[in-house]
């Protein structure tokens, strides 16, 4: 027996993106965004409308870093989501994180969140069904704290996923399985 659900984004986990980006006097602006991903390898899509401030600010710098979000900081990823740089020009001052300035694009990098994508803005597509902001990763860098013997070790970045159907926050952290290895077993 299955139970009907409500239509809702449902699909599960959603990412949980920080987008950071320059505003026009320096200043920093962070959004939450749980709908966006990896097109190809180097491509990174975020499906933003153009009212965001951070969408203005991509275009207008060219660049943006998505940074994952961590359990350490659920607070204040989730204040990313839900205060506007459109109505608070310090949202980012607000939450007492700190940023460094990003190695490859003209875009800050929140020191605070472990793994972060420097993105080239590439083009903002505005369709029916909009794709919204396409980048070109030109840099990603994680913090000693999430390295392992030379290697990302994402159990310890303690990412957090987005439920849309209750408006959860979820801990991705514990490696279940080996991608392109253990579906062989069924191969015989």
Request: proline share 3%; hydrophobic share 40%.
């Amino acid at each position: 027996m299955r139970t009907k659900l409500s239509i809702t984004e449902g699909i599960f986990p959603m990412p949980v993106l920080m987008v950071a980006t320059y505003n026009e006097d320096g200043s920093v602006n962070v959004m939450n965004a749980a709908w966006g991903t990896m097109q190809e390898r180097e491509t990174v899509v975020l499906n933003l409308t153009e009212t965001h401030k951070t969408v203005k600010n991509i275009k207008a710098r060219g660049a943006f870093t998505v940074s994952i979000a961590d359990a350490a900081h659920v607070i204040e990823a989730d204040y990313f989501g839900v205060e506007s740089g459109n109505r608070t020009a310090d949202k980012f001052t607000r939450s007492g994180l700190t940023v460094s300035k990003a190695q490859m694009v003209d875009a800050p990098v929140i020191n605070e969140f472990p793994l972060c994508l420097e993105c080239e803005f590439v083009e903002y597509q505005d369709g029916k069904y909009g794709c919204g902001v396409i980048g070109k990763v030109v840099n990603v860098t994680a913090d000693e704290s999430v390295m392992e013997n030379g290697k990302l070790n994402m159990s310890l970045v303690n990412a957090i996923a987005f439920d849309p159907y209750t408006h959860g926050y979820y801990k991705v952290t514990e490696r279940v399985g080996e991608a392109f290895k253990d579906g062989l077993k069924l191969k015989k």
